[in-house]
Each structure stands twice: as structure tokens, then as C-alpha cells.
């Protein structure tokens, strides 16, 4: 059991942190959402990978593509107005345990976010997976004054933020079953910026058809995008579900700030 510490009134903050695996994850899946909250409520917008998505290149060395990566997660951030943050884990590597839950909760209590994103606990692959229990676990933490009290991770959250989760990869559990949305917001407004979130990611362009078949990165999220605005009735549409856990807020704050459909 925790104790809930509100925000005095009037002092909400407004920062969103989402919080990925690797380092195009948050601009497919979730970017128009970020977009629409920097633009209609002033929202801080803050980005942050796992890893600097070592693995993703099949002409670069881990270093290499390392290095244009960071880049590119940069860049993409900038485009936005947000801020861009590596936390240095390895793809394929990401373990949840007391470093990595060190590092997140530190992230957590520099941005201080009231909104905090990641991926489905169920996913395609493990490195999201364990992000999404990663992130979830510092969340509970992140208030508590003696979690990890002697890593110099900063001041306790005032409380849990908003914890959310976005779509799985094609929607689906590693056995294939659907995972429907809890709620999806609207993005048909800022379809076109989110596109260009993503295309900042150049080195990740012609990756996925090498070893996914997949072409068409930027088309496969304009793609994804529409598939969820259809089932909401609008052009383009992201999906997420709210944790609901003990303790966690229990109100949908990114549902009411941008509108469900
Ligand atoms: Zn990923």
C-alpha cells in the first residue's frame, strides 16, 4: 500500500514522458498523441528509448549505428519540441532488475512527468515487453522516498503518474491474438507531422524489409494509423490502455485532455 500525494491545485505539471524500447518505437506508436499535447495544452514532451537500438543495422557496427541513432531520436524529438533521451541498454539485452530500475526511476524523477507511456505488456518481442514491466514497477517507485534511497536518484514523485500503455506491433500477443485499445485518441490533424517523426529515423527505413519483410516504414505507419481511426470512426487514430492497478490513478487524464474516439 502506498499513500497518494496530489498535485496542490493549480500546480498540475504538464509533462509527458514515453518511454520505449528502441529508438523509433514512440513515434509510431504513440507520436500524434505527443503532438497534439505540445500543440493544444503546452505540454513538455519527453522521449526516451532503452537502448540506442545497437542491433538495428545490417551494415553498422553496434557503435556506428549507434551513434546515428541517438541522432535520429534527437532529431525526431526537436521536430516536436521534445527532448530526447537514451538510457544505454543493449537490444536483446534489456533485463528487468536493479539497474534498469535505477536508471528509469532516475529519468522519472528528473522529467517528472504526470503522463508516463510505454509499450503493451504483451508484445512481438521481449525488449518491449520488459520495458513495459521496467517502466511500470519505477512508476510505482518513483514516490517512494526510500526506494532506492542510496542511488541518488532524486526527489520521490508528489505521486504515481498516469501510466499508459500503447498498441502491441500489429495489435496482436505473441501468440497472435488480437489486443484491442482501451480507448484511442484522434490524430487525423497531425497524421502528417507524426510521418515525419518517424522518417527522421533514416537508418531504419530499409532495415525492416531486410529482416522483417516488411516495406514501406513510413507507409506501415500511416497503415497502422488508419486501421485504429477506422474502428473510431476518424482518418487516423492511436491506440492505448490505461494500468488500472492499486494504487494507480484511476481517472483517464490523456482521455479527457485529447478526447476519445
Ligand atoms: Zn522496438
Redesign the pocket.
Known amino acids: 500500500m502506498t499513500e497518494r500525494h496530489d498535485f496542490p491545485a493549480g500546480e498540475v505539471p504538464l509533462r509527458i514522458l514515453v518511454l ?3 529508438p ?2 514512440a513515434e ?1 506508436l504513440c507520436a500524434g498523441t505527443l503532438i497534439r499535447l505540445k500543440q493544444e495544452h503546452g505540454w513538455h514532451v519527453h522521449i526516451a528509448s532503452m537502448t540506442p ?1 545497437d542491433c538495428g543495422s545490417m551494415e553498422h557496427g553496434p557503435e556506428q549505428i549507434s551513434r546515428l541513432r541517438r541522432a535520429e531520436g534527437a532529431k525526431a524529438a526537436e521536430l516536436i519540441g521534445g527532448r530526447y533521451h537514451c538510457l544505454e541498454e543493449r537490444d536483446l539485452l534489456i533485463v528487468y532488475g536493479e539497474p534498469t530500475l535505477e536508471k528509469v526511476t532516475r529519468l522519472l524523477r528528473e522529467t517528472r512527468p504526470t503522463i508516463v507511456l510505454t ?1 503493451s505488456p504483451s508484445d512481438y ?1 521481449l ?2 515487453e520488459i520495458t513495459s514491466t521496467i517502466v511500470r514497477g519505477a512508476v510505482f517507485g518513483a514516490p517512494i522516498p526510500n526506494f532506492l534511497r542510496d542511488k541518488n536518484v532524486g526527489a520521490p514523485l508528489p505521486q504515481i503518474p498516469h501510466l499508459y500503455y500503447c498498441d502491441a ?1 500489429e495489435g496482436k500477443d505473441p501468440l497472435g491474438r488480437d489486443i484491442p485499445p482501451g480507448f484511442r485518441i484522434d490524430v487525423s490533424g497531425v497524421i502528417d507531422t507524426k510521418a515525419a517523426t518517424l522518417a527522421c529515423h533514416a537508418s531504419q527505413r530499409d532495415w525492416p524489409l531486410k529482416h522483417h519483410g516488411i516495406d514501406h516504414y513510413v507507409q506501415a505507419l500511416r497503415d497502422w494509423s488508419a486501421k485504429r481511426g477506422k474502428e473510431g470512426g476518424v482518418a487516423f487514430a492511436e491506440g492505448f490502455r490505461q494500468h488500472l492497478g492499486h494504487s494507480y490513478p484511476q481517472d483517464n487524464l490523456l482521455g479527457s485532455l485529447l478526447g476519445i474516439v
Do not use: S
Request: aromatic letters at 8%.
Open positions: 520505449g524500447a528502441h523509433d518505437d509510431f537500438g509499450h518481442m525488449d518491449h506491433i
